[in-house]
Nanobody, 114 residues
Framework: QVQLVESGGGLVQPGGSLRLSCAASGSISSFNTMGWYRQAPGKQRELVASITSGGYTNYADSVKGRFTISRENAKNTVYLQMNSLKPEDTAVYYC????????WGQGTQVTVSS
């Protein structure tokens, strides 16, 4: 089993920044992929960004150039730095761990509004 605990969500004005963190614990494999997904009201959950344990990253087109995903393998923690936030970034953000199985965090709300 893998447990994921997210933090860092909140309310921010358009153009502002937030940093999300996700700490993984439990049966962590050295080789895994961690990522961030989001789900806005009435929409399907979508990939925001992912990163492998080797540092390979993948981003949704809508966040390229604004969001940066990173990780600290020694801490089993992944981060999402979100800059130039827009109202359409408003969603619940979920951390995901993938190796042999997929695990999800509980989600953290990000609201971008003036």
């Amino acid at each position: 089993q893998v447990q994921l605990v997210e933090s860092g969500g909140g309310l921010v004005q358009p153009g502002g920044s937030l940093r999300l963190s996700c700490a993984a614990s439990g049966s962590i494999s050295s080789f895994n992929t961690m990522g961030w997904y989001r789900q806005a009201p009435g929409k399907q959950r979508e990939l925001v960004a992912s990163i492998t344990s080797g540092g390979y990253t993948n981003y949704a087109d809508s966040v390229k150039g604004r969001f940066t995903i990173s990780r600290e393998n020694a801490k089993n923690t992944v981060y999402l730095q979100m800059n130039s936030l827009k109202p359409e970034d408003t969603a619940v953000y979920y951390c995901r761990y993938r190796r042999d199985s997929i695990y999800w965090g509980q989600g953290t709300q990000v609201t971008v509004s003036s």
